[in-house]
């Protein structure tokens, strides 16, 4: 039988449904019989026995049986409709709202009826409200149901009843095995796999003695084998995207060491150990033949820009031209600075491109950029505008790649593209990504972590302090001031609004100027004008102010050895790699640093856990686990790259420790390009997102 076969018919195909119902599925991206069989419910009830109504408890959801005793019409705060049932082991109430007379006059005294419903507790002891109900003959024996009743994910429109009916169609298709197993039946023997269409039969219609509670959660075998198989397609289609990109070509750039060497003897300080790994592994890379495309994690401070700037180099010795990017116009202009001091020297021309630039500068570096004669372009993401051509790029060097979505890395790589070549791709974060999400949100990526800082830096000290101690805190700043120590300030919101978080940061900065009229205090914001805040980041680095008083906008990339104390205001509104970026400012210098974590009171049970984290390690790796373990994936990799990774079944931190073994049994499949491409599809179908880029 065909492979696909479930996959190709359309639900059309089911008995009763036309084009208004497909319209409806298609909301749930329900296309196609197969479509239908991975919709799984979302939870089940137990209707396969009546409970005897003295046994009942409240929250508890099911079926009862039994005689009224007696319907009214009840006053209280609002009208109601109240029938007393009885089936010999207790009583209990109904409760309408919402009823017509039909209604009132079919729930007379003495009828017998079957109910669903959850119990609660009401004005008159347990209550039903709105159960579900129809009349029994005293004679029938009705049978309840034969396996757990499943609840469907829905759409307005659509009720339970009819995805039943419809699933019940779909099921029908199974029995002939129409739903093909993937999975060779080697690999499922030696991974524990149940069959696919048992495990998916097993999900719509679980039988009475199913464990519930593992259903729940998501930890059923069943669940787990299908996890483990979309978990494999998304595996798979990463590892088609890295081979496709193998087989482009890319320029070979080869070490002449005609500007590294100088740039490393002209460096006030020697690489560390793993720098000096690092650059080796990237070396290596852009000598090849075809694109490279590496993450380098790094924590804050662990030196990534030297390693950015010796790639650049091998790029400009190849004869091509480097670009990087950051996210930030600081953060750019920082970058921008310091490849200037460095490349200058050895007499390259570094051309810088920032939104904010106009006029005729802005026609003169694009001008450098495409004939040529710039070698290394640093800027904001306006380096991938239409207007922006390179003469020859060989390499992107992405900076702090978690604030850009993934099409922005991938439109300049576009920049640099031409028939038969894309450039090299470096991609640098100090947000440490959880080892699970490397390996399902990035396998696309080569590796590499700088896991050493350089010599000389103490850790910072984290303590958690309530903003009702606020005046020891000033009292705090003026101590490390007095002492010739720099301090940030830094202000959060918890809207979203740039322009309430800056107005919070002046209002801030007006009562601090109050408090300690004795010290330079200085301010700096997103709605600045670039040159404005590079002024006071200038000044701030040139110890010309003790204070400054910030937005969020120094997260990423401002160096200032000397600032060894930060106050972050309402951390608790943070994520925790956040706060391990803006922590990271501090702590560059020899002198002992301390971060005050000045929360408003009182703190959620998962706001202390997680400043208590901040306040226990430095470690940026452990951060982001413990991030990903409180927050989830979405939120630790940012908005932006969440489509990337939404799964059917699969949940990445629950489904965590499938990931070895999907990756072990992705090497065997992929052998086999056909089978490859059946099981990305079944999962990723129609649009296989990663072919796209
Ligand atoms: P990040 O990894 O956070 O981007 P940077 O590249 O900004 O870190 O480096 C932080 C600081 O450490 C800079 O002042 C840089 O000059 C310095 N630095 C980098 N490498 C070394 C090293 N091997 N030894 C001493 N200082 C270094
Ligand atoms: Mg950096």
Not at 135 to 161: C, F, H, K, M, W
Not at 314 to 334: C, D, H, K, S, W
Request: proline fraction near 5%.
């Amino acid at each position: 039988m065909n492979r696909m076969v479930l996959a190709q018919l359309p639900v059309t195909d089911l008995k009763g449904v036309g084009a208004a119902l497909a319209q409806k599925l298609s909301k749930l991206e329900i296309f196609s019989l197969q479509d239908l069989l991975f919709h799984l419910p979302s939870r089940y009830q137990d209707r396969t026995r009546i409970m005897p109504i003295g046994s009942l408890r409240p929250g508890v959801e099911g079926v009862i049986e039994g005689e009224i005793k007696g319907a009214d019409i009840s006053m209280g705060r609002r009208r109601s409709l109240v029938c007393r049932l009885q089936d010999g082991t207790g009583t209990i109430t109904l409760r309408f709202f919402h009823f017509s007379a039909a209604q009132k006059n079919n729930l007379k005294t003495g009828t017998r009826i079957r109910c669903f419903g959850e119990i609660r507790t009401g004005a008159s002891g347990l209550e039903l409200y709105h159960p579900e109900y129809r009349r029994v003959d005293e004679a029938e024996a009705a049978p309840v149901e034969e396996s757990l009743t499943p609840i469907y994910p829905t759409t307005e429109g659509l009720n339970q009843g009819r995805l039943r009916a419809l699933t019940d169609g779909a099921l029908a298709y199974l029995a002939d095995g129409s739903l093909t197993e993937l999975i060779p039946e080697p690999l499922r023997q030696q991974w524990q796999l149940p069959p696919l269409n048992d495990a998916v039969h097993y999900l719509h219609r679980p039988p009475v003695d199913a464990n519930q509670t593992q259903l729940l959660e998501g930890y059923h075998p069943a669940q787990r084998r299908l996890a483990f198989e979309e978990l494999l397609a998304h595996h798979l289609s990463l590892l088609k995207l890295r081979q496709r990109t193998r087989q482009q070509g890319a320029p070979v750039l080869i070490a002449t060491d005609q500007y590294q060497k100088a740039f490393l003897h002209n460096l006030p300080f020697p690489l560390t150990g793993a720098q000096q790994r690092v650059s080796h592994e990237i070396s290596a890379d852009l000598a090849e033949p075809f694109p490279m495309l590496r993450l380098v994690q790094g924590d804050v401070g662990s030196g990534k820009t030297v390693v950015a700037a010796l790639a650049a180099l091998q790029a400009v010795e190849g004869g091509f031209q480097a670009a990087v990017m950051a996210p930030t116009e600081i953060l750019a202009e920082q970058h921008f600075i310091n490849f200037g001091n460095w490349l200058e020297p050895l007499g390259l021309k570094v051309a810088w491109l920032a939104g904010k630039l106009k006029g005729k500068k802005r026609q003169e570096q694009l001008q450098a950029m495409a004939d040529g004669s710039a070698h290394v372009v640093v800027g904001t993401h306006a380096l991938f505008q239409d207007e922006v051509v390179f003469a020859n790029l060989g390499l992107v060097v992405v900076d702090e790649q978690h604030r850009f979505g993934v099409h922005q890395r991938l439109a300049l790589r576009e920049k640099g593209r031409t028939d038969h070549r894309s450039p090299h791709q470096l991609i640098m974060t100090a947000t440490p990504i959880p080892r699970t999400l490397t390996m399902s949100a990035y396998a696309d990526l080569d590796c590499s972590i700088i896991d050493e800082l350089p010599p000389g830096r103490t850790p910072v000290n984290t303590v958690v302090i309530s903003d009702q101690r606020r005046p020891e805190v000033v009292q705090r700043v003026q101590d490390a001031c007095g002492q010739g120590r720099q301090v940030y300030w830094v202000c959060t919101l918890i809207e979203e609004s740039e322009a309430l978080q800056c107005q919070a940061a002046e209002v801030t900065a007006e009562a601090l100027r109050e408090a300690l009229p004795e010290l330079r205090i200085g301010l700096i914001h997103g709605r600045m004008k670039p040159a404005e805040k590079a002024g006071i980041m200038a000044s701030y680095k040139a110890a010309e102010l003790d204070l400054l008083v910030a937005t969020t906008v120094i997260e990423v990339g401002v160096d200032v050895p000397n600032a060894s104390v930060m106050i972050i205001e309402n951390p608790e509104r943070l994520g925790l790699a956040q706060l391990h970026q803006l922590r990271g400012r501090v702590g560059r210098g020899s002198v002992e640093s301390f971060c005050l974590l000045m929360y408003h009171a009182p703190l959620s049970q998962q706001g202390r856990e997680r400043l208590g984290v901040m306040r226990e390690t430095t470690d940026g790796f452990r951060i982001a686990e413990k991030d990903l373990e409180l927050r989830g994936p979405g939120e630790v990799l940012g908005t932006r790259q969440t489509g990337m990774i939404s799964f059917k079944v699969a949940d990445l931190q629950r489904d965590a420790d499938l990931l070895t073994r999907v990756k072990q049994v992705a090497s065997q499949i992929a052998i086999d390009p056909q089978l490859s491409d059946a099981i990305i599809q079944r999962w990723l179908g129609r649009d296989e997102k990663y072919a796209a880029v």
